[in-house]
């Protein structure tokens, strides 16, 4: 990747966690951890591979995308608006009972919003039968969807996996953020849903593990996707939960609260002195 | 008002059919001049999609045993704009699948048309585990749900192309029983969905009754008729929206509602025109259906009998809530 764009995109993945942490301070609640840890995929996503436009966001040959693993909708939104969709300034309405901002996506109400999920295991089918939707009419549109590591553990992601497969669905493509930890702890001490590698590819699935946070890696892996033929691709993605909030990173109580006033400047703080340090690099 | 008045001729035997054979024939007749697709979980031999399949073999997805999945890849679908149709038994489609339903179909208002097949105690020897009573109760708690059960194969014809005409979506129940066909007797037929038929008026009491209870009901009729007792009967295919108006009407016009149902008296059509006619005219209602209890195994004559799904008992209903009017 062109280094000048890999620092673009790092620039607006920054941008992205900002209006994560505003969102989520503005509402006093909502999960932070698992937003920020996909915020570098779901750029790269909406600022280089997906055939979207913001001034049409229903067009009907675009490129979809399914959060799966709903509850991180302040990623969802952050990148919405700063790819134009409605204004940023509307992420600190988030939740809030007069907002379209749903605590978790509603596709009848946000311009880009491709489908309502929230519910885990939901979203994985809807892309399926998108995607499925698209290869009956010989559409060329392909169809992403994020998934979570504790979302694996919902049976239905396995029923969808399997319906993937089997209709050869190689225009879809998950993207499973494996950050290690769910609500109730870390994810192999919850319910051990590993190895996720090896029970997608038994499932007939193209596996790509990537640092999810590289977006070299990231490119690379889309375009191997997008490359894969007669299966789909899931893209195993390690990420760290928290990511670019020092005290929120590994942490899993911050999967789903908000940070006080103090905390809120001191997540401010953090991602500035990133920016910061990006314009610093020669 | 409704204008379909009975005109069933008495010295004619009428044809029996399940409604379930309906769906499937419908589908494969309207695959030809609308364009969807149609999704089954293994049960296309059973629920009839495998005759639209055998006809449109690239437009029907086998989903396997997964109804879940399925819902939510039928949300999918229709999010892209395309009309599709989700099949599986009443249990599975609506027990299983409920929060599919609800969240992936429901919340977002997609259009998606759900077609339940074997519901009700009719499924017979299959037993408790696949005699879904409940499903009726749990789609109509689904804000923007329409809620159909169609009497007989003409109306459950009908109901697959309104429900296909109408966007948003809908959950038809369809019976594995075979049953007389009164629709195909009734002059000018229009299904229309949210408005009930009027099979006779009356002036005693009414019979409100829904699916495989339809001809019970127009048997009670013509046992009370001779009794000297004039009951109405209505088939009310559309659970939600529910005809208000037509309740009213006949509330008023004859003081008394005896319900039936192949459901559980709790949640189905008689709540539902309980929770109507207590805000708009109370009347007595009688709730014929099955009792709060599970099914059994067995033939479906007996079960019926064992349930008090019969005409009897329907006219047994009729006479003890006219003895409760004022």
């Known amino acids: 990747m062109n280094k000048l764009r890999e620092r673009e995109l790092r620039r607006i993945a920054n941008r992205v966690r900002v209006g994560i942490i505003e969102g989520v301070y503005a509402a006093g609640c909502g999960h932070p951890g698992g937003s920020l840890s996909i915020a570098d995929i779901m750029t790269y996503l909406y600022f280089e591979k997906m055939r979207v436009d913001p001034e049409n966001p229903g067009m009907p040959d675009r490129d979809r995308f399914v959060l799966s693993k709903g509850h991180t909708a302040p990623c969802l939104y952050s990148v919405l608006a700063e790819r134009g969709f409605f204004p940023r300034e509307e992420l600190k309405t988030l939740r809030r009972i007069d907002s379209r901002l749903q605590g978790h996506p509603d596709m009848k109400g946000v311009p880009g919003v491709d489908m309502s999920t929230g519910s885990l295991g939901l979203g994985i089918s809807a892309a399926c039968g998108m995607a499925l939707s698209g290869k009956i009419d010989g559409k060329d549109y392909r169809v992403y969807a994020m998934l979570g590591d504790g979302e694996s553990e919902e049976g239905q992601v396995w029923e969808a996996a399997m319906f993937a497969a089997h209709y050869k669905l190689d225009h879809l493509c998950a993207i499973l953020d494996w950050n290690g930890l769910q609500i109730d702890g870390p994810v192999v001490e919850v319910m051990n849903p590993t190895p996720l590698d090896e029970k997608f590819r038994a499932f007939g699935w193209h596996v790509i593990p990537i640092d999810a946070h590289d977006f070299s890696a990231i490119e690379a892996a889309f375009a191997e996707a997008e490359a894969t033929k007669g299966q789909p691709t899931l893209i195993l993605a390690k990420s760290i939960k928290g990511k670019g909030v020092s005290y929120m990173e590994n942490e899993c109580e911050w999967h789903g609260k908000a940070p006080g006033e103090e905390l809120y400047h001191k997540a401010i703080a953090d991602l500035a002195a990133i920016a910061e340090a990006i314009e610093k690099e020669v | ?326």
């Open chain 2, 1 to 326: 008002m409704s204008t379909n008045l009975w005109k069933f001729p008495t010295d004619v035997e009428p044809s029996k059919k399940a409604t379930r054979e309906s769906y499937g024939a419908a589908l494969a007749e309207l695959g030809e001049s609308y364009d969807f697709v149609v999704l089954d979980a293994d049960l296309a031999a059973a629920t009839k999609t495998g005759v639209f399949k055998k006809k449109y073999p690239d437009r029907f997805f086998d989903c396997g045993i997964a109804e879940g999945n399925m819902m939510a890849v039928a949300a999918g679908i229709a999010a892209t704009g395309k009309n599709v149709f989700a099949s599986s038994f009443a249990m599975f489609a609506a027990g299983r699948a409920f929060e599919q339903v609800r969240n992936a179909i429901g919340y977002p208002h997609l259009n998606v048309k759900i077609g339940a097949t074997h519901a009700g105690i009719t499924v017979g020897e299959d037993g408790a585990t696949h005699q879904c009573l409940e499903d009726i109760a749990l789609m109509r708690t689904i804000p923007g749900m329409t809620v159909l059960c169609p009497a007989d194969a003409t109306e459950a014809f009908a109901c697959v192309k309104a429900a296909l005409e109408h966007y948003g979506p809908v959950y038809m129940r369809f019976g594995r029983f075979a049953v007389p066909d009164y629709s195909a007797y009734l002059q000018d037929y229009r299904f229309e969905i949210g408005r009930g038929v009027v099979y006779r008026e009356g002036s005693d009491a009414t019979i409100v009754a829904t699916g495989y209870m339809v001809h019970l009901a127009i048997e009670a009729a013509k046992i009370l008729e001779g009794e000297g007792i004039s009951a109405a009967v209505v088939d009310l295919h559309t659970i939600k929206p529910i005809d208000r108006e037509l309740l009213v009407r006949m509330a008023e016009q004859t003081g008394a509602i005896v319900t039936a149902e192949e459901h559980n008296v709790i949640g189905g059509l008689g709540a539902a025109v309980c929770e109507t006619l207590a805000e708009t005219c109370p009347v007595p209602v009688l709730r014929v259906g099955t009792e709060d209890t599970f099914g059994r195994s067995g033939k479906v004559p007996p079960l019926l009998e064992l349930y008090g799904l019969t005409a009897g008992h329907i006219a047994e209903q009729v006479r003890r809530a006219i003895a409760m009017k004022k």
